[in-house]
């Protein structure tokens, strides 16, 4: 098998034993802000002090297909904003999905689910694996 790399362990959390995939999001201990990913302090606050917070259902809020991505990217791909209303953070990813299909599979306001997957290969061609976003189901 092929190593891999996980892109960000701090906020991606790919649990052992076949439990779903998740985001980490930071959400401030003195005025209850959630951020992602952290920052240095609260925006809102200036507290340096965070919970973690698994983020919970996802909205896809829009998406684009590119053609022409940064270097180590296979295009097309489909890059989209997910917006978590419950925490109040919007989180942008690669959806798992043909390309070609995408007008017909995802509707702005769907429900989406994190997943985990290739987003990229780094220089010497190891996998780099993080969260993507693909219809729940």
Known sequence: MEEQIIYHPD????????????????????CGKTW????PYCPSCWSEKFNKREL?????????VMYTPQQGIKPPLVFGY????????????????????SKEQLKIGMEVEVIAGVIRKDP?????????FKPAV
């Open 124 to 132: 010497t061609g190891k996998d780099i694996i993080s969260y993507k």
């Open 56 to 64: 919970s259902k996802g909205i896809l809020y829009t998406y684009t």
């Open 82 to 101: 997910v917006d978590f209303p419950e925490e109040g953070v919007r989180v942008g990813a690669q959806l798992e999905i043909d390309a070609e299909k």
């Open 11 to 30: 906020f991606f959390v790919i649990p052992e034993g076949g439990g779903k995939p998740h985001i980490i999001a930071f959400q401030c201990a003195e």
């Open 36 to 39: 992602f990913p952290v920052l």
